[in-house]
């Protein structure tokens, strides 16, 4: 498995960091009271600071940066707001954090203490580059531009019902199927945590110069809270990395299900 990002995403964003965190051998089909309780502490503490500052979630000192990546890029961030600018103006509007599944509320949870952009996507559903044989052992996801060829199915729409991208938009792609649109702004149906995920990529987007420390440190936390809730199964393991311009590309382990 792989992740990548391309040197063309880099041209536009230079300051682009990925923090990468992989998981395999968890199950994602029981409940863990624990990581729902987290989830609820942290977005508890997220609205508490909003009703006491008044701010709105787009003013956000851990905002802004964002939404100034997005006008440089030719994203409108009052039309399309990044992950965690959602995330947080659901909470700061008393609209809650629900409960989805374990993989997924312990990505909101850490996504909400460390006010960083993090997304979840199920490893089992990457697809080779195009041309390779499925299982051949080099699945990934890589952030690019997007091709002609693209498609992307919208979360909780049904199959074939697709919004593909605008021409050159920065997307997260599994060969031609687009995970992410306009960069962090809204994953796809395809690759979604369900009851029967096993492993899980989650990338934590940055900035160098913002919040790459926030990042490490996240990864940290996260690896440990992994192996703490999921850490039963004789196939479990966590890896994790840094992805820059400078090191675009980490490779993770072949074969998934092992």
């Known amino acids: 498995m792989f992740f990548e990002i391309s040197k063309d995403v880099f041209d536009k964003i230079p ?23 987290m989830l609820e502490k942290y977005a508890g503490e997220c609205k508490a600071y909003f ?11 851990c905002v802004a940066p964002y939404r100034e990546v997005f006008k440089e890029i030719g ?25 989805i599944n374990p993989a997924v509320d312990l990505g909101n949870a850490i996504s909400l203490k460390y006010r960083i952009p993090i997304g979840a996507h199920d490893m089992n559903t990457f697809l080779p580059p195009e041309g390779e044989r499925r299982g051949s052992g080099d ?14 199915l919208p979360f909780g729409a049904p199959a074939g019902e697709f919004d593909d991208p605008e021409d050159g938009e920065i997307v997260y792609a599994s060969a031609n199927e687009i995970r992410t649109r306009r960069w962090i702004w809204r994953q796809s149906e395809v690759g979604k945590m369900t009851e ?35 850490g039963g199964s004789a196939n479990f393991c966590v890896q994790s990395g840094m992805v820059d311009r400078d090191n675009p590309r980490i490779e993770f382990w072949g074969d998934i299900g092992a």
């Open 139 to 152: 699945s990934g996801i890589i952030v690019r531009a997007s091709e002609e060829r693209d498609h992307f």
């Open 15 to 37: 300051s682009f960091v990925c923090g990468v965190v992989a998981v395999r051998g968890i199950d994602n089909s029981r409940e863990v009271p624990a990581i729902r309780e």
């Open 51 to 61: 009703d006491a500052s008044g701010n709105k979630a787009k003013d956000d000192p």
């Open 196 to 230: 029967n995920t096993t492993a899980v990529f989650y990338p934590i987007d940055g900035l160098v110069g913002v919040n790459e420390e926030n990042i490490k440190e996240a990864i940290e936390e996260f690896k440990g809270l992994l192996a703490e809730f999921f």
């Open 75 to 99: 994203i409108n961030p009052n039309r399309y707001a990044c992950a965690i600018e959602a995330l947080m103006d659901r909470i700061a509007k008393g609209k809650g954090m629900p409960s």
